[in-house]
């Protein structure tokens, strides 16, 4: 029975680090709406609902400092609901900060460390805080004991029920063994049991086939056949919808990413001094799972970058004749197979000169190279490292990263990033998702008597060109498409792949890859087609360098391996 | 001394914790529980179920509190209106308290609490209420 307690424990204090963080995640909206409507009885209800429910699992779980800073805030809100003390600045700012601490602490538990960080500070601060609001409403008779010392007042508890509390002990020294054990997901039970009806006709289908197999003989092959062929027809469409299902239970609504941003464009704004409003739209918007872990750094150097770079400071837009307060707007939909996420600023938009001039000036880019560039490909030099439009580095992106990470974190998810720009009438960065990273378009290639995926996202357009067509300038082959020179490589040579002997093709296929505003052409032996394939990872290998992103099985057993083109196109660009 | 196989009707809107009144409950050795996440949920599976022989309800949730959940409780007819109350609270200040008796409550028990401490107020109910025992 010992055991299964203490396992039971490990599985309610995993529950309650997931819950814990969803409950602190909606905090920071309620706030932001908190400061526009500062008398709603309900939104004050719901963050004191909030940091009581954690107060009373945290105890439980002898989690005592949780317990110390979320009684503290809900006494907060508890007053400022009450109508005994007022909302203040100071009291909003006490609270977020408490937020913050709280989220340490659970992160502390979950990576299973001890939250080393003096607190007893910070309850000081939220006292005296409390005192402060107290004493500024001197209309109201308040009970001043009961208040500073909570300790005093949980002695009363006590004695009203005449008990001794007393948590429960085993939980800091029962915490989960192992950190990837605590990647915990939420799914809705209508998601599992559509997987349990589709593995249920699955069984149903491998009955049959076992059936069919062990009545086969030579006199019925004809009807053997017939049957057969109709399972696997229907083997077909259910594995299909298994995968979908399966694909679906990955997926949660974006608004676990979208719910840190409102607070986010108050701090920043506050900060510069801008007037920003923000609005979503979406939120409910379904995405994988490792979209919704890793598309939120981007999105927040995207909405830093609007904020920073995009919109004016009142005064400025009031002269331009736009309204004084400007606006960020996010929106998630999804479009045929694609997630998109726009944030769409009304801000100056991006000077394309200028970004011309910096890059040039950076040595990122010639100065013919620039002169030739349409506003289009220009606008993309946004996304090169080591580049900022502003000379001084404001306290925003003076961070040492950039918008380049926007990029490679999108094309790491298989997406890709369009930005439109106008002048004085704001900035839209468009992000496209597939919906799914597990299985992608791919561009089947043969390379001598190699068969290789290539990711389509990056493939811009496939020709045949004749050998004749390449150019040889300085040692390096170029490829003239409509006027504009790209260098080509040849696969076989990159990848090291003996080509046939007698291989002498008339026609050449060429690839055009781009990646960011670089773009390169690549050659192949022969174009295979298309095929939806389903990403494998390669154990024991170095996946993040060897230039591989994994490997897939064909439809007619092969295993092939999947060309990772961003790494590939970075290497050669360097030579 | 208590009747193991009753149905028991946890209502909070945390999971963990109604996890852990669960659990409580369990290493008592009750086996037959349910949940509900606030008041009404709690309400709707009362009226639908006469089984449930024992709430154990948390005050503060969202739709409806624990409080209004006892007074409905008390409203409605019998056996409902006498089912025995457990009120998990966190804020066992006079006042509320008293409320609570006042609609009826059979005990309260203040967060955190042990399993023995559990029982012990399980079983003053037990004393009142013949419906826990064998």
Same mark, same amino acid.
Request: charged share 30%; no cysteine.
């Given at each position: 029975m010992g055991g299964d307690v203490s396992e039971e424990l490990d599985e309610i204090i995993k529950e309650f680090i997931t819950e814990a963080e969803? @409950?602190?995640?909606?905090?920071?909206?309620l706030f932001v709406e908190l400061e526009v409507r500062a008398d709603d009885k309900e939104l004050l209800n719901n963050i004191f609902r909030s940091m009581h429910t954690l107060k009373g699992a945290a105890g439980f779980l002898g989690f005592q400092q949780i317990v110390d800073v979320a009684h503290r805030a809900e006494n907060i809100m508890k007053k400022i609901r009450d109508g005994e003390i007022k909302l203040s600045r100071l009291l909003i700012d006490i609270i977020? %900060?408490? !937020?913050?601490?709280l989220k340490e602490i659970i992160n502390c538990i979950k990576e299973n460390k001890t939250y080393d960080n003096d607190i007893t500070l910070f309850l000081n601060e939220m006292d005296m805080a409390i005192k402060g609001a107290e004493e500024d409403n001197v209309t109201k008779q308040i009970d001043k004991d009961d208040l500073n010392e909570p300790k005093k007042e949980k002695e009363k508890e006590e004695n009203i029920v005449s008990q001794k509390l007393q948590p429960i002990k085993q939980p800091l020294d029962a915490t989960p063994k192992e950190k990837e054990t605590m990647t915990n997901l939420r799914v809705e039970v209508s998601k599992i049991d559509k997987v349990?009806?589709?593995?249920?006709?699955? !069984?149903? @289908?491998?009955?049959?086939?076992?059936?069919?197999?062990? %009545?086969?003989n030579k006199e019925n092959m004809q009807e053997f056949f017939e049957q057969f062929s109709e399972t696997t027809g229907f083997l077909d469409r259910v594995t299909s919808d298994l995968q979908l299902a399966v694909m679906k239970m990955r997926m949660q609504p974006i608004q676990k990413v979208f719910s840190k941003f409102p607070r986010m464009v108050r701090d920043l704004s506050h900060s510069l001094g801008k007037d920003i409003v923000l609005e979503i739209f979406g939120e409910d918007t379904e995405v994988d799972k490792s979209v919704i872990e890793n598309i939120g750094d981007p999105l927040v150097h995207i909405i830093r970058n609007s904020i920073d770079h995009g919109i004016e400071y009142p005064e400025e837009r009031i002269k331009k004749g736009k309204p004084s307060k400007g606006k960020i707007t996010i929106n998630a939909y999804q479009k045929g197979t694609q997630i998109v996420i726009d944030v769409i600023d009304d801000g100056k938009g991006i000077d394309i000169d200028a970004l011309k001039n910096k890059a040039v000036s950076k040595g990122l880019i010639s100065l013919e190279e620039s002169q030739a560039m349409s506003n289009e490909e220009a606008v993309n030099l946004i996304f090169l490292p080591g580049l900022s439009t502003k000379d001084a580095a404001s306290e925003l992106s003076g961070r040492g990263v950039g918008m380049d990470v926007v990029r490679t974190n999108v094309s790491n998810l298989n997406g890709y990033v369009d930005v439109i720009t106008s002048k004085d009438v704001g900035t839209t960065f468009r992000i496209s998702l597939p919906l799914t990273i597990a299985i992608i378009q791919a561009l089947m290639v043969k390379v001598g008597n190699e068969v290789y995926a290539i990711p389509q996202t990056m493939i811009e357009e496939t020709l045949r060109i004749n050998f004749s067509d390449l150019k040889n300038v300085t040692g390096q082959d170029v490829l003239n498409i409509r006027g504009k020179v790209l260098p080509v490589y040849h696969l076989h040579k990159v990848l090291n792949v003996p080509q046939e002997k007698d291989f002498k093709n008339q026609y050449l296929y060429v690839l055009v890859a781009a990646l960011g505003d670089k773009k390169i052409c690549i050659? !192949?032996?022969?174009?295979?087609?298309?095929?939806e394939i389903v990403i494998k990872t390669i154990n024991g290998v170095d996946m993040e360098h060897c230039g591989v992103l994994g490997a897939t099985i064909t439809g007619d057993g092969r295993v092939v391996l999947i060309v990772d083109l961003a790494l590939l196109m970075k290497t050669l660009n360097k030579k | 001394m208590f009747n193991y196989n009753i149905k028991i009707l946890v209502v909070d809107d945390f999971p963990t914790m109604r996890r852990i009144v669960k659990n409580l409950l369990n290493q008592l050795g009750f086996k037959n529980i349910e949940e509900a996440e606030d008041g009404q949920q709690a309400y709707n599976k009362l009226m639908s179920d006469p089984d449930f022989k024992l709430v154990v309800s948390d005050w503060n949730m969202p739709n409806m509190e624990g409080i209004e959940l006892l007074k409905k409780i008390r409203q409605s007819e019998e056996p409902l209106k006498s089912i025995?109350?457990?009120?998990?609270?966190? +804020?066992? +200040?006079? +006042?509320k308290v008293i409320e609570a008796i006042k609609s009826g409550v059979d005990n309260y028990i203040v967060k955190p609490f042990t399993a023995e401490v559990l029982k012990e107020k399980l079983e003053k109910i037990a004393e009142k209420k013949q419906l826990l025992k064998n």
């Open positions: 969803e @409950i602190l995640e909606n905090i920071d909206p977020l %900060k408490s !937020v913050d601490i349990m009806d589709l593995s249920g006709e699955i !069984v149903l @289908i491998r009955n049959r086939l076992m059936n069919l197999a062990s %009545k086969a050659t !192949v032996d022969s174009l295979l087609g298309q095929e | 025995p109350f457990l009120m998990i609270t966190a +804020e066992a +200040e006079k +006042e």
